[in-house]
């Protein structure tokens, strides 16, 4: 009766993406748990998703036609699309090209440094397990789903959206790919060896890693004798976890001439780099009430090295429905930290205010709070608030963050699936200017087997509830795809993303400004 | 490794330093500038060689030229009295980290050069970027030097900059203050340990000087106030 550990896991959509719902099985591995417990009075469930037994091949190819928007500029967006399988080996190949017709020439900036021609490969993967269950690739780069039993293995490369490592307060909702004109293809692993490890690890870039980390936990008492398994699994569980993530070349500080600063050919901004890393230890202990009640404490200890400590304490509260319907998850977390401690650091945002901290009013209202007032300077990277914050002294400050977890099931034992999860966290650290953190998504894969959702928004800086929602200086993704038969399907895709100016007097002033991207495009694939 | 401190070391000088002067922390060790004293180069010179090295400003190096010409004169004519040094340092600087080490270099007294720094053009006030010094605003916190003495820093618009010396009954002192910014206008004062003023030159150019005796000994304080444009000043504490 295998249980899959990434069971509950959601289908992160369009091309671009490796799904983020690995990293969130792994931040709450009882999300299949959840449906487990559910069924405790029944058959055991499992969230199956559209999978293949021992698939060993397959060849999916046709292209997509549509139209796309980005800095006013209107663009016919042809794409070619292939995903290949063989074995242990999928691929999802798009040639994604956005074709300016009044000048009659392709975006240059779409191809003008080596990580764009990683576009080519939107999800590259190797999967190896006893008895997993393959996903037909369409660059959705999901993880198998694989038994918890079962040793597991993926590596997939491509763009990385809303990735979260460990419990998330250290690196939550890390995205890649903020700004268009510079795509970056990064890798992320899960490793799972049975029930007692899972791990999990990603590197930024390829082309150029900068950012990279790994999770790996171990669940002592889940290497029990089939007598107790049922105990432990079911009614308590200790997992013990370190973490480490690191920005080996961090921007310490933009390179400027005459007072502006500089940029490579690509538009890159350039600056002096100084790494920054936070090894974190986690406990975990989760208990379950009967069926349909959990309760998990959790407590994270995180080091930024060379600056400060912070400390989460969490308490998750866990309701199933008797029948499998749905799952509530409810999040209290206590924060208490250093002034020169950031929780979740490299969080949605880190991809630009790693090069420009000062992406809004709130932020540059933060950095002034830090310095005193003295700072106006829009280029101070992310590394130099932190430095800042060094100086404010030792006194443990406090913050908090609420959490609202929400999946309706669809389905029943075998077929039972997602339908729908709702993911929701507010968070604000007392003592501190504009720094509250916003974030809400929104998953529904395969609704009525046709349509694929999901959204994100993000929004961070903020002092009032007031400002929690503004389209203005978010971040937000929505993808749809639409399969409207065998053959044919639509994609509507809604990016609020970053772009760094060009204008060098622009530049000076802005920096990195938000923006729209839209596109939309009918595509049509056929298995040969 | 070695290059990897190196590179951490020179972060420090820029990087850190304005938030850590405004702490109160030590100052790091100047960066020195690529260029010799009296050295010059043009805008276009300079540009060309920032094109050809991979860093960039402005989509062209005509941009660039047009962005040097305000930044580093008036608009047209490049100030080589003044900037010459930094572009000649970036004309030939070999990559782009030696062309953020000429800005931080290569200005007056070896720190960093005045350009109108990350300011949005000729309708905003410049950003002024203050000296080790500070905090140095009030007498809690001002710099104690002897008699005579010279002391250099960047002086900030209304920001003011103190320094502390000892008084002995019956001697005559004076100061001169001396700002290198065109047109910069300030005020000296002189006062006790009580806040009671000794002696004050008004607001006006600079130079300005102050002469006086003590009536005792006790520990005053100079105040050095720019009240129109920021730059280098020099001030100097002695007798007359």
């Known amino acids: 009766m295998p249980r899959l550990p990434f069971g509950g ?315 499998g319907v749905y799952s509530v998850r409810g999040l209290g977390e206590l924060r208490v930290q250093q002034p020169n401690y950031v929780p979740n650091y490299f969080d949605a945002y880190y991809g630009v205010q790693r090069e420009q901290f000062t992406l809004s009013e709130g932020a540059r209202r933060q950095l002034r709070a830090v310095t005193g007032g003295s700072d106006d300077d829009p280029f101070k990277t992310k590394q130099q608030l932190l430095e800042a914050l060094d100086a404010l002294g030792d006194a443990w400050q406090l913050g908090v963050l609420a959490g609202l977890d929400v999946q309706l099931y669809r389905g029943e034992g075998e077929s039972r699936r997602t339908a729908v999860r709702g993911r929701l966290f507010l968070a604000d650290n007392f003592e501190r200017v504009a720094d509250g953190q916003f974030f809400v998504s929104l998953e529904i894969p395969r609704l009525n087997d046709k349509i694929d959702v999901y959204a994100l928004y993000a929004r961070q800086n903020f002092d009032g509830l007031a400002d929690l929602v503004a389209l203005e200086d978010s971040l937000v993704k929505v993808s749809v795809r639409w399969d409207l038969n065998e053959q044919f399907y639509l994609t509507l895709n809604y990016g609020r993303i970053w772009q760094l100016v060009r204008d060098a007097e622009a530049l000076v002033r802005e920096g990195f400004r938000s923006d729209d991207e839209i596109g939309l495009a009918l595509g049509f694939a056929e298995e040969l | 490794m070695r290059e990897a401190a190196a590179a951490r070391a020179r972060a420090t000088v820029w990087g850190v330093s304005l938030l850590a002067v405004a702490m109160g922390c030590q100052a790091p060790p100047p960066v020195p500038c690529g260029a010799a004293e009296g050295a010059a180069a043009t805008c276009a010179q300079a540009c060309g060689r920032l094109f050809r090295i991979g860093c960039r400003i402005g989509a062209n190096e005509a941009e660039c030229v047009a962005t040097c010409l305000r930044a580093a004169g008036d608009g047209t004519v490049e100030d080589v009295s003044r900037y010459g040094r930094v572009l000649a340092c970036y004309a030939a600087a070999a990559d782009c980290r030696a062309v953020a080490d000429c800005s931080l270099g290569c200005g007056p007294m070896g720190g960093p050069v005045p350009f109108r720094i990350l300011d949005a053009g000729a309708d905003r006030e410049p950003m002024c970027v203050d000296d080790a010094s500070e905090p140095d605003d009030e007498p809690s916190a001002a710099r104690p030097v002897g008699v005579p003495s010279r002391v250099v820093g960047v002086a900030c618009p209304a920001d003011p900059d103190l320094v502390s010396f000892g008084l002995v009954a019956g001697t005559s002192y004076a100061l001169t203050l001396s700002y290198d910014a065109p047109g910069a206008s300030a005020s000296l004062r002189v006062t006790d340990g009580a806040g009671v003023e000794i002696v004050a030159a008004p607001e006006g150019p600079t130079p300005r000087t102050v002469s006086f005796t003590a009536a005792a000994t006790t520990t005053a304080f100079a105040w050095t106030v720019s009240t129109a444009g920021a730059g280098n000043y020099e001030l100097q504490v002695g007798r007359p």
């Open chain 1, 9 to 323: 896991a959601m289908l992160a959509l369009g091309a671009g993406g490796i799904a983020t719902s690995p990293a969130a099985a792994q931040d709450d591995p009882r999300l299949s748990l959840a449906g487990d417990a559910s069924s405790a009075g029944g058959s055991e469930t499992t969230a199956e998703r559209d999978t293949d037994y021992g698939d060993g091949s397959a060849f999916d190819t046709g292209g997509q036609l549509g139209y796309a928007l980005l800095e006013g500029i209107n663009y016919v967006a042809p794409t070619l699309v292939s995903d290949i399988q063989a074995d242990f080996f999928q691929v999802a190949v798009r040639g994604p090209l956005r074709f300016d017709p009044r000048r009659g020439k392709l975006r240059a900036r779409d191809w003008d440094e080596l990580g764009d021609f990683f576009r080519i490969g939107q999800c590259v993967r190797l999967d190896w397990s006893a008895s997993g269950r393959y996903e037909r690739e369409h660059g959705h780069c999901m993880p198998w789903d694989v038994p918890t039993e079962d040793y597991y293995l993926s590596v997939r490369l491509g763009p990385i959206q809303d990735f979260t490592l460990g419990h998330g307060t250290v690196l939550r909702s890390y995205t890649n790919n903020v700004d268009p004109d510079h795509f970056h293809s990064g890798v992320v692993g899960n490793l799972q060896f049975h029930a007692f490890v899972q791990g999990q690890f990603f590197v930024d870039d390829v082309t150029r890693p900068s950012l990279l980390g790994a999770s790996l936990a171990l669940r002592p008492f889940s290497y029990a004798s089939e007598r107790t398994e049922w105990l432990y699994e079911y009614e308590h569980m200790l997992e013990i976890a370190v973490s480490v993530v690191s920005d080996l070349y961090a921007p310490a500080e933009v390179y400027t001439a005459f007072g502006r600063p500089l940029v490579d050919r690509a538009g890159n901004l350039l600056f002096r780099s100084r790494g920054v890393t936070v090894a974190s230890a986690h406990l975990e202990y989760r208990f379950t009430f009967g069926s349909q009640v959990e309760l998990e404490v959790r407590g994270d200890a995180n080091y930024i090295t060379g600056h400060g400590i912070g400390t989460h304490a969490q308490i998750w509260g866990i309701y199933n429905h008797p029948f």
